[in-house]
């Protein structure tokens, strides 16, 4: 081992000069990378390394030097290039002239399994280093060392491949004798995309585009000189950002705070950043003190004086963009938004990383009209500011999205300035559309349009009808043979990718067999195999509303992992002994073999569970053959899941639809919303079951690296709202801990039955409340803290779902290496034969072991991992509001206003045409009270949307047709119909507590508006609440530049819903229940078990004694409150007695209307909810968006 050394001079900011002595030690056992290299062993093999591996299937290799790096880093991180070679010399050099985020970007595409990229050390490696010479400048003894590590991969390789050398400083010229002779080549980019990639117009566009955009930089640099000064642009209000050092001290000192900045979707003028714990969220107002920050940035923000502190608006944005995108937000103000709580301000006053992505984006209308090079455009998210791009032609960007990137935001500047990087087609267009949720949500291109790279697909096995896959009779043996068993399968209808299946059997003395069966994934893609590379790089499967987007090659997902009925299948499976009261005996874990009996849908299973002997769609002989099985799983499941719920498990809700879509011409037919049976719970009580098993199985084996599902305890404050919205209706929620939530929850819903839409709301509201569940390593965190809240499991991981999750996979692996006290299938590093040839995987060495084990690297994929499956949850969600639009925009569309539904331009004209727009009337919700409106909430579609009361201009107007009183006689008849969208302005308005809002109407303002004769028909006042029903015409916003959104005016009132209980006290037992005479309290109370086990199932887990109990309970609990409220009444005919007035009593505060029982009439086994904390009849819906 050689030491060589390097010496740096440097000036410091006093002016003093350093200097600076680099050692570096070179080696000789510095690896190729390559799988051409002629090594045995290669080279790469005899080291331990991190990284994919050059292909042996590539024309040639590419080293970028310094220009190509700095300055054309999008071009190299397009997917289309692949086999590049990252010198250590460049990034070092990136790293020195504090080039973080093209460092970063570089390390990425290195990392990205997919582009068979590598770093390169050459300035360790004996061979390739040199040595700078006296008066040579950084750049030529830069070029000397790419020359030298060229010549190094020519002699290492053999020449087997070519070497192609890209930079935009040095040419041809510069190569010496020996790299001519060697066939390196030194092109330019332009060279290079001509002869490799001449009618790839993207690339070319790109490469225009960033030449411009350096132009444009350089021009800049010249004219820097006096345009702005370190107090700043007078024009902008921008500042000079401070020193890094000041920076630091400042932070360490807490004058100046560190975090994410993040711009509020529902109001863009506001910024914010979490502080530390004492100081909480602090709120960044204006562009001008974001000071150049762009959302998702590190920042440093300086408080401001306690003079400029604000509250958070409360009103709704009019900006429809914002009302779009304010489902996304994820601050903490989010969920106390309506309470005006005073919080710091500040102002940024520097910048620690640029979080700049792609972006897409459409050209600012009327700016194709003009002659100049420099355009605005508006980026789709609205969080985004404007941007300002050169294109030499702008008229081929009108009405298009496009995609641009961030390079820069002088001070001097309103707007930052980016560069073009491609068009991705017209605006409003499905595909397009879709195509640009794709894009904002980083899903890569090789995962929606370029399928698997031919490595990948020829690591698959053969499955063809002339080549069908047979099980090998060798791992057949060395599995658990299940074919025997009665295994079942319960999905959505067509459903291809079948995870799991389900097996249960009575086997005698009161025990119960049980098994939960998971596609054996892990035996077909081996670790750090090509396709599994891929699969973590896209680490889920993708599902929009039309389409998706999958982890794994279809061989896999949708036929040989898929767990198809009358065909063997691998798994993995759990199983389970357990006796009469589900409690476990035995477990097993271990890899098998089935063949499932039927693939079933949820309906189906459904119809059986419900006492069906024949269901659609299954013929009668397997209908009699798994109805014993449903039933006993519904059975088995019921008590499983009771236990768990007294722990403290959580019913949530969350709005799931889906999309009918016509044959004819692909337009939605309707939104359905997801209806919610018992065999849904079921089904997920099994999974629940087996992921909570095999959590603890792999944590015991991997204390430092199991790959855990983690749901940390919510943020008190975050329950705000949901606490008043209860006290709104009578109720109080108490939130300490989730049994004590789940209890409050359970009572709620068991005194509101005649309200199931009221109930739903506020188990949404308490998802909306909830933390964001999250993939962690066991080593990040204490034991106390693996907690999943949601569930009420001390462990718990993802193991069911292996086909679309990658999660599920790294478990299965671990869950292997600890049954079977070794390491998982070796990867395909050694020879292997595929399709009778031998291939080998040019992938990372490292051993399976060693990455599972690793804790660090474990976190590393968690966190990856958490960042996929986020951006995939919001893409679905964007999708499902793309297709709600299209639908609105169907449904009050004129036929003679426009196209027709399903032309591909529909919804680009007409925008807000009240006289062309047909009336969408549908009931929804009040959800949420605003200062200037409301929210409402259409379950029917599962669609939120503002009411607006007050108009932006700041008067208060209502809808003429919620004033209307039904059934009143005007006294007169008349034949002209007001519109429906006739307004009485001149109203006033006030809110209370954000749970109630007021309009009063002025008699002069309803004459304006009606004839005189029916001014008695009209309301003087109207109250708005929450849970309120009203009708509401579901309205679009068009935009050009944006999506459309949904927005709603308000058409009446849903009059049966305001007459609600006078007040919802609370109501145990009703005590006539015991009041029958002739029979003793016990034989009353065996006969009500009886009926009660009979009449509602999902209470027949409960025992004889249990249920006795809760009535001995619920009886003691009604007399106590029967004699509070005897007391009240006493003490209120006292004070009505002593008081004077018209001979009416007085009511108190807080007593009822009327003295009504709640329960008075319900049947008996409804008049249980109250007890059965653990069994109450609403569906369970665990909000996977949140917890799960």
């Known amino acids: 081992m050689l030491r060589t050394e390097t010496v740096h001079f440097r ?262 950043i979490r502080g530390d714990g004492n100081i909480g969220e602090i709120v960044i107002v204006g562009s001008e003190h974001r000071n150049r920050a762009v959302h998702g940035d590190m920042v440093v923000v300086e408080l401001l004086n306690k003079s400029s502190w604000v509250a958070p608006s409360t009103h709704i944005s009019y900006d429809p963009e914002e009302i779009h995108a304010a489902g996304d937000e994820e601050d903490e103000s989010s969920n106390t938004h309506r309470f005006k709580e005073i919080k710091p301000t500040g102002r940024v006053v520097g910048v620690i990383s640029r979080n700049w992505q792609p972006y897409v984006a459409t050209l600012q209308e009327g700016s194709e009209k003009d002659s100049g090079s420099f355009h605005l455009v508006l980026p789709l998210n609205p969080v985004i500011p404007k941007i300002r791009i050169r294109h030499h032609d702008a008229k081929v960007l009108a009405n298009q999205r496009i995609v641009v990137r961030i390079d820069s935001w002088p001070i001097h500047s309103q707007y930052p300035n980016g560069h073009y990087v491609r068009s991705i087609g017209p605006a409003h267009e499905l595909d397009t559309e879709i195509s640009a949720i794709l894009i904002e949500h980083g899903i890569s291109v090789s995962q929606t349009t370029q399928g698997f790279s031919e490595g990948s697909l020829k690591e698959m096995p053969i499955n063809t009808p002339e080549h069908p896959w047979r099980p090998d009779p060798a791992e057949l043996k060395a599995r658990r043979d299940l074919r025997n068993l009665t295994i079942f399968s319960i999905d959505p209808p067509n459903c291809q990718d079948i995870d799991d299946a389900i097996s249960i059997r009575d086997i005698g003395n009161g025990q119960v067999e049980f098994g939960v069966h998971i596609a054996d994934v892990s035996h077909f893609v081996h670790e750090n195999s090509l396709t599994d590379l891929e699969a973590r790089a896209r680490g889920t499967t993708v599902y929009l509303s039309d389409r998706r987007f999958d982890m794994l090659p279809k061989v896999l997902s949708e036929q040989l992992c898929s767990l198809r009925h009358h065909v063997d299948r691998y798994a993995m499976s759990v199983m389970w002994t357990m006796d009469a009261e589900a409690n476990v005996l035995t477990t097993w874990f271990g890899r098998s073999v089935i063949r499932s009996a039927c693939e079933m849908e949820y309906e189906q299973a459904q119809g059986l569970l419900n006492g069906k002997d024949v269901v659609p769609g299954l013929d009668a002989a397997l209908c009699k053959k798994l109805k014993p099985s449903v039933v006993l799983l519904a059975k088995t499941m019921r008590k499983i899941r009771a236990k768990r719920m007294m722990n403290g498990g959580l019913e949530l809700e969350s709005s799931e639809v889906k999309f009918k879509f016509k044959e004819e011409d692909g337009g939605i037919s309707d939104i359905l919303p997801k209806q919610p049976l018992e065999v849904h719970q079921i089904i997920e009580e099994a999974m629940v079951m087996a992921n909570g098993y095999v959590a603890k199985k792999i944590y015991d084996g991997f204390r430092e690296s199991a790959m855990l599902r983690h749901h940390p305890l919510p943020i008190d404050s975050h329950f705000k709202m949901l606490r008043k919205a209860a006290e709104s209706r009578g109720f109080s929620i108490e939130t300490s801990s989730n049994l004590a939530l789940a209890a409050s929850l359970r009572d709620c819903a068991a005194k509101s039955q005649d309200d199931i839409e009221f109930v739903r709301l506020l188990k949404t509201m308490a998802t909306m409340a909830m933390s964001e569940a999250s993939y962690i390593s066991s080593g990040s965190k204490p034991v106390n803290e693996y907690t999943h809240y949601g569930l009420a499991l001390d462990f718990y991981t993802h193991f069911t779902s292996p086909i679309r999750r990658y999660a599920d996979l790294v478990v299965h692996r671990q869950l292997m290496s600890c049954i079977s006290g070794t390491s998982p299938q070796p990867s395909l590093n050694a020879a292997t034969v595929v399709d009778g040839s031998v291939h080998l995987s040019s992938t990372t060495t490292a051993s399976s072991s060693d990455l599972l084990k690793n804790g660090l690297k474990m976190e590393q994929v968690a966190s990856h991992l958490n960042y996929k499956n986020r951006e995939s949850k919001l893409a679905q969600k964007d999708s499902t509001e793309l297709f709600q639009t299209l639908y609105i925009l169907q449904k009050t569309r004129n036929s003679s206003s426009g196209p027709k539904d399903g032309s591909k331009d529909a919804g680009k004209e007409g925008a807000d045409d009240d006289e062309s727009e047909i009336p969408f009337v549908e009931t929804g919700i009040v959800s949420e009270i605003r200062e200037n409106g409301f929210f409402v909430f259409v379950p029917r579609f599962g669609i939120k949307g503002p009411v607006y009361l007050k108009e932006k201009s700041g008067e208060i107007t209502i809808p003429l047709s919620v004033l209307e009183i039904p059934g009143v006689a005007t006294g007169a008849k008349t034949s002209l119909k007001p519109s429906p969208w006739t307004t009485v302005s001149g109203c006033e308005m006030e809110t209370d507590q954000m749970t109630e809002i007021t309009v009063k109407i002025p008699l002069q303002s309803a004459a304006s508006a009606l004839p005189e004769h029916r001014l008695g028909s009209l309301r003087s006042k109207v109250q708005f609440r929450l849970f309120d029903k009203v009708k509401v015409a579901l309205r679009l916003k068009k935009s050009l530049a944006h999506r459309h959104s949904i927005y709603m005016t308000l058409m009446g009132l849903d009059e049966e819903s305001t007459q609600r209980p006078a007040s919802a006290s609370p109501v145990g037992l009703n005590p006539r229940i015991f009041s029958s005479k002739g029979k003793s309290l016990v034989q009353m109370k065996k006969d009500q078990v009886k009926k009660i086990a009979e009449n509602d199932p999902a209470l027949a887990p409960l025992s004889e004694q249990q249920l006795i109990q809760g009535i001995t309970a619920g009886q003691e609990k009604a007399q106590q409150l029967q004699k509070e409220a005897d007391l009240q009444k006493a003490a209120e005919a006292e004070e009505t007695a002593g008081s004077k007035g018209f001979g009416k009593k007085k009511r108190g505060r807080n007593a009822s209307l009327e003295p009504i029982d709640p329960y008075q009439q319900t049947p008996l086994d409804v008049s249980f909810y109250r007890l059965l904390d653990t069994f109450d009849r609403l569906r369970i819906v665990e909000s996977s968006q949140t917890i799960e």
């Open 11 to 272: 000036k410091t900011n006093k002016n003093t000069v350093v200097k600076r002595v680099h050692e570096v030690y070179l080696r000789k056992d510095i690896p190729c990378l390559s799988t051409l290299c002629p090594w045995s062993p290669p080279c790469h093999a005899r080291v331990k390394v991190e990284s994919s591996l050059l292909s042996e299937e590539t024309p040639y290799y590419l080293i970028p030097d310094y220009s190509v790096a700095l300055r054309y880093v999008e071009l190299l991180e397009q997917e289309e290039l692949t086999n590049i070679i990252f010198t250590e010399t460049i990034l070092q050099r990136l790293q020195s002239e504090d080039k973080s985020r093209t460092y970063k970007s570089l390390r990425q595409v290195a990392k990205d399994p997919r582009r068979r990229s590598v770093v390169f050390s050459n300035e360790h490696c004996e061979g390739a280093t040199v040595l700078r010479e006296p008066e040579e400048s950084i750049e030529q003894r830069d070029w000397r060392a790419l020359l030298k590590t060229a010549d190094w991969y020519h002699q290492h390789l053999q020449g087997r491949v070519p070497i192609i050398m890209l930079s935009e400083q040095f040419g041809q010229k510069n190569l010496r004798e020996e790299q001519l002779k060697a066939g390196v080549r030194v092109m330019s980019l332009k060279e290079y995309l001509n002869e490799f990639w001449k009618d790839n117009a993207v690339l070319h566009e790109l490469l225009g585009s960033l030449k411009e955009a350096i132009l444009e930089e350089d021009l800049e640099m010249q004219n820097k000189g006096g345009i702005a000064t370190k107090k700043g642009s007078g024009s902008t209000g921008f500042q000079e950002y401070k020193p890094l050092s000041e920076l630091e001290a400042g932070v360490k000192s807490e004058r100046f705070f560190q975090g994410v900045m993040k711009v509020r979707a529902n109001h863009r003028d506001q910024a914010f």
